[in-house]
């Protein structure tokens, strides 16, 4: 008897410790239009995350002053403890974005002055920009002093980093960070003991002459992911992780063995790595995939799935680029010249995988380059984006290898 009330007045004042040391921040998630509760909101602090239930509620045991919200289909939400209202309304957005190049990211380009005015009059409201590109040099000066040790910033487009974020919030842009993850020359050559190495133990480089570093590595992990949490810091509403995979070639030296499921825990691995260090940002997370994921049960020998995918990433970007499938899918000699159906039907055979409100695809925004050679214009990239929106993903991001835009292919506002 004595143990037991031992054991019962020890819990309680365990229960009454941690009540003293954690206090409970409780609110609700509400569409801000509709003012409908939002169901499975993810609230967080710097240190874990919460979901709401159906009736947009949720409650957190945490003394920290600041807490973000995410909800699929909405734009990131930051709270202030301290505020008098336990209701907050967070702001639907489907994302319609143009991607940016590296080299057109310079406040004063010709490049950014158009795109902008196309956002400006047209029913787009999200930009893709580039801040470490597949060399390895970064946009602007972040504070990783590694990457800048190596002259990742030397290059660099964006002089002024505040002055262009201010920009995009002025003109309440959605603003997507592309970092390129594991295909990065600088890295590889500044770090040759985690480099992927070809049979003969030197540094590998693909068709582009790029090495690439090593997946399975936690120091590859580690880089990238602190070029990602400098995007966040500086107003980055998402990180979109691109070459977020291993390379195509066979033969390839590695730290582990290359095989399927370990490939796939990697991957796996690093967005959970992402999810955590950028937690405290509130920062949605996307990870671009080839097209074909769609349409294989494998690995396609590059450490993603679907469903791998869809347990760690928010969003998944499908480059489901017509020109990208091979002839004969979808039973089309030519798939490109199916721009509708390549979309579509790629994003509807996955949706017992993933809702598609967490699919997000890029769309072609060039010319066909393995098929007829056809030029993708106004009918072919409406097409695309009607394919987009029957099927409700979480808007579309188009590629222009340029970042060369027609304003008369969008609809207006």
């Known amino acids: 008897m004595i143990k037991k009330d031992f054991f019962t007045t020890a819990t309680t004042l365990f229960i009454l410790f941690q009540a003293l040391l954690f206090a409970s921040f409780n609110g609700v998630v509400v569409d801000k239009n509709s003012l409908k509760p939002i169901n499975e909101a993810i609230v967080s602090d710097s240190k874990q995350s919460v979901k709401s239930d159906e009736n947009g509620s949720f409650t957190i045991q945490s003394n920290e002053k600041i807490f973000h919200i995410k909800a699929y289909g909405y734009r990131p939400y930051e709270i202030e403890k301290d505020l008098k209202t336990t209701q907050f309304k967070i702001e639907p957005i489907n994302v319609k974005a143009l991607y940016l190049t590296f080299w057109g990211a310079n406040i004063n380009s010709k490049t950014l002055k158009k795109l902008l005015q196309i956002i400006d009059e047209k029913e787009l409201n999200a930009i893709v920009v580039d801040v470490k590109n597949e060399y390895g040099s970064t946009s602007y000066k972040t504070g990783f002093e590694q990457a800048n040790s190596y002259g990742a910033w030397s290059n660099r487009t964006i002089k002024n980093m505040d002055e262009f974020m201010a920009l995009m919030k002025q003109k309440n842009i959605y603003t997507i960070a592309r970092i390129v993850t594991f295909k990065d020359e600088l890295q590889a050559i500044n770090n040759p003991s985690y480099a992927v190495a070809d049979k003969d133990g030197k540094i590998w480089r693909d068709g582009d002459g790029m090495a690439w570093v090593d997946p399975f590595d936690k120091r590859a992990h580690k880089y990238a992911l602190s070029i990602a949490e400098d995007a966040a810091k500086v107003g980055f509403d998402e990180i979109n992780f691109d070459y977020i995979r291993f390379p195509t070639r066979e033969g390839l030296q590695y730290s582990k063995e290359c095989n ?16 955590n260090e950028l937690r405290k940002y509130g920062v949605f997370i ?77 769309l072609q925004y060039f010319k066909d380059y393995a098929h007829k050679k056809r030029i993708y214009g106004k009918f072919e990239v409406n097409e695309q984006v009607r394919a987009a929106e029957e099927i409700k993903t979480n808007g579309w991001m188009m590629w222009s290898p340029s970042s060369s835009y027609h304003l008369s292919y969008f609809k207006k506002l």
């Open 286 to 362: 996307s990870a671009d995939t080839y097209g074909n994921i769609c349409w294989t049960d494998d690995d396609n020998n590059i450490g993603q799935t679907v469903s791998s995918l869809a347990q760690h990433a928010d969003y998944l970007a499908p480059m489901l680029y017509p020109s990208g499938f091979a002839s004969g899918s979808f039973n089309f000699q030519y798939p490109s010249e199916y721009p509708y159906a390549v979309i579509y039907r790629s994003i509807k055979h996955i949706d017992n995988l993933v809702d598609p409100k967490r699919v997000r695809p890029w």
């Open 260 to 275: 399927q499921e370990n490939r796939i825990k990697a991957i796996g691995e690093f967005l959970d790595e992402a999810q």
